[in-house]
């Protein structure tokens, strides 16, 4: 007889095995009761006064950079010890190449987080969001967003599709954002999530407090929250709305982010016809869609929508594709499609496919005749790819609304570009839609009239198929969520997703105050006169709001000629007084913006070898009143922002300003060097 694993919950600092109140759990190629897990006297307040009054503060206390460096170590470590976690992931039905989209996945999207949390957050605890507002007619007060970490906790609820990628995806961005974590996946899989968070605990690198985790039930811990904490749910939109309809979630205001299930389509470009790469294209993606987790994929291609002229030989080369595709034992390299997850999800998926048959037609695939190699099909959780027709999508309301989580998909006809646009959002929001064309005219007309209804729209070709990412693979750099029945939640996209564990404040006061909260210094502030020149200051001795002023230079009409001929710039505006001057920004021949740039190097650089290494770039530059020959300019050049980037050098923002010989702004930009400690 198998022994029955013991799943544990890791609750403030220790590991709290499952009591009476605890659930089994069965493997997906057996049925076999493998695990148990669920904990009824779990002490879910103290586990959330544990992450606010211990992970919290720590987390807080360390800069984006810190935070994102963690996460990067961590990564790695996983990344040395997935094997663990592969073994364990065959019993919840998964393949290899299942377990490569969930585990190898999931360190993928936290390695992103780990570089995004570098390249574009500051080495701060502050974010700062948008650009300052002038609030004043003379500048002294002044206004910018700034976004701090929330002092709660996220409570991340998650389902059982993705035990690893499903807890990775959301904690990263939790941590990046400086608040810590309560996990509880799906008890159906939750035995390999257990073993994740085993490995990033014992890994070392984690302050305490900053990761716990329920395995079974919540118990009420809901009902503990305030409007500092967040909960992060992805499952059913049957849980999501009992969950989001909590009263106490809603009278406190409390953050509930929704990852939903949702209705997504494919669509094939009216100018794919059979015969052109992209008519391959699309039948390769619906069938890879279909059949990658057994269908348990919230992205899955649920709705096949096609020219009513191709619909015939879309369900040929469907039907062609999956009947090769081999299902068994997910252990076997040969198989191709595994295991649902459990037989209750086997039973509710038939469920859904009796409603389906209510209004389309099986025209692929028995689940009462096929078989699986190397296991008893009668025993574990496994089941055929199916493909309904539905010849009246119009009037039909279950193809378009029933989500049979696992390999099912329904093909229908569409009449033309609107109407394709029609069905595609009978879905009432969806996580994803892709399109398969070569027409950049289809593509802008789809985006029009279906984005609004959908929350990535996915379009492959012929150009970029061989690079394209998949229909179903939701990418840490873009927004993964959907509005309507796919919950109306974003994750992912970014650091975007990094801003729902923080909160967003409009911060109003002088020059001085702004720059003292957000660490970047803004004109008006006070400047800090330096002991040297300030490209002979190194790295760490430069402060916020150095600068330096420059003499001036005269611009002398010689000077713009020389410069023309020397870079071969004859534009009008600086060679031809007549045509200047009937422009209507110039009153006659004027300087080169880049004349002026290059006298504003030769104003501020300091020549002998210093701790400035490079220049690596220039930002924001904006020209605001021509130069005419006989004017002249200084530059004030100002410590704005420093960024750590490595043990040896960092990168200095200056701010750059240069007025004429009446005070006014002729240019401003800011300039990046990188410095040496
Ligand atoms: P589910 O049954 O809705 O469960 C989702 C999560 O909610 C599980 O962790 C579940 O825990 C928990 N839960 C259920 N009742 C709860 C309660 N009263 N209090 C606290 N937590 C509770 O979904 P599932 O079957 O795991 O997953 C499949 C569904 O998820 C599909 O519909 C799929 O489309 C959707 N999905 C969406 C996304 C997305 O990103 N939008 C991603 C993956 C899956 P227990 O397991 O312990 O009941």
Redesign the pocket.
């Known amino acids: 007889m198998m022994t029955v694993q013991q799943i544990k919950s890791f609750a403030v600092g220790e590991w709290v095995a499952p009591d009476s109140g605890a659930r089994t759990i069965s493997s997906a190629i057996t049925g076999e009761v493998i695990a148990a897990a669920g904990n009824s006297s779990l002490d879910v307040t103290s586990m959330l006064e544990h992450a606010r009054k211990v992970g919290g503060p720590t987390l807080r206390a360390l800069t984006f950079h810190d935070r994102a460096k963690i996460l990067k170590a961590l990564a790695e470590h996983l990344g040395k010890h997935k094997q663990v976690l592969y073994d364990l992931s065959f019993s919840t039905g998964a393949t290899q190449s299942d377990n490569l989209v969930d585990i190898d996945g999931g360190i993928g999207t936290m390695l992103v987080y780990a570089s995004k949390g570098r390249r574009d957050l500051p080495d701060s605890n502050i974010y700062l969001d948008g650009d300052v507002e002038q609030l004043s007619r003379k500048g002294t007060f002044l206004g910018q967003h700034i976004c701090t970490s929330l002092q709660g906790v996220a409570v991340h ?6 035990p690893i990628w ?1 807890m990775l995806e959301k904690f990263a961005p939790t941590f990046l954002a400086g608040v810590p974590s309560i996990v ?5 899989s939750c035995y390999v999530t257990e073993a994740c968070v085993r490995l990033m605990l014992d890994s070392g690198l984690l302050p305490e407090g900053t990761l716990q985790l329920v395995s ?3 118990g009420d811990m809901l009902n503990h929250l305030d409007a500092q904490d967040v909960v992060s ?4 939109a ?2 999501a709305l ?2 989001r309809s909590n009263p106490h979630l809603l009278e406190n205001a409390i953050r509930f982010v929704a ?4 209705l997504n389509a494919s669509v094939l470009g009216p100018d794919a016809a059979p015969g052109t790469p992209e008519f391959d294209l699309f039948v390769k993606e619906v069938q890879r869609e279909m059949t990658v987790k057994a269908g348990q994929k ?1 992205t899955a291609i649920r709705r096949i929508m096609a020219p009513e002229a191709h619909v015939q030989a879309v369900i040929e080369a469907l039907s062609a594709r999956l009947s090769k595709t081999v299902i068994g034992d997910p252990r076997l390299e040969t198989t191709r499609m595994g295991a649902l997850i459990s037989n209750d999800q086997k039973r509710d998926v038939l469920e859904k496919v009796k409603l389906l048959s209510t209004e389309a037609e099986r025209v692929f695939g028995d689940p009462d005749d096929f078989s699986a190699d190397g296991v008893d099909v009668n025993n574990g959780a496994f089941l055929p790819p199916m493909l309904f027709h539905c010849a009246n999508p119009d009037s039909a309301k279950r193809v378009h609304d029933t ?1 049979a ?1 696992g390999p099912v998909s329904t093909v229908m006809g569409y009449r033309d570009l609107d109407h394709a646009i029609e069905l595609a959002n009978k879905g009432k929001g969806s ?1 994803v839609v892709s399109v398969i064309t070569h027409d950049g005219d289809v593509a802008r007309k789809f985006a029009l009239g279906a984005g609004a209804w959908h929350g990535r729209i996915y379009f492959n070709n012929r150009v970029s198929m061989a690079e394209s990412t998949g229909h179903g693979s939701p990418l840490p750099h873009m927004v ?1 969520g959907g509005p309507g029945r ?2 109306g939640g974003e994750e992912l996209g970014g650091i975007r997703c990094v801003m729902h564990y923080m909160q967003r404040t409009a911060i109003q006061g002088s020059p001085d105050i702004l720059t003292a909260i957000g660490g970047s210094w803004i004109p008006g502030a006070k400047e800090i006169e330096g002991p040297a020149h300030p490209f002979a200051r190194k790295y760490g001795d430069l402060v916020i709001g150095e600068t330096m002023h420059t003499d001036a230079r005269t611009i002398t009409l010689g000077d713009i000629e020389h410069f023309a001929e020397f870079t071969g710039d004859n534009f009008y505006a600086h060679m031809d007084d007549e045509a200047a001057a009937a422009n209507p920004f110039f009153p006659g021949r004027v300087a080169h913006g880049y004349l002026l740039l290059s006298f504003a190097a030769g104003l501020f650089v300091e020549p002998n070898v210093g701790p400035v290494l490079a220049n690596t770039g220039l930002d924001s530059l904006r020209f605001m009143k021509p130069v005419e020959p006989g004017d002249s300019i200084k530059v004030r050049l100002s410590v704005k922002k420093k960024t750590k980037r490595n043990n040896e050098y960092g990168e200095v923002r200056w701010h750059v300003s240069l007025t004429n010989q009446a005070d006014d702004l002729v240019a401003e930009y800011e300039l990046l060097t990188m410095n040496s400690y």
Request: charge should be negative; proline fraction near 3%.
């Open positions: 609820i998650n389902a059982f599709n993705f499903g509880k996946p799906a008890t159906a079974g039930g919540l749910f992805t499952g059913s049957t849980t009992m969950l990852e939903q299930d949702s919230c989500e989580f996580l993964h796919a919950g």
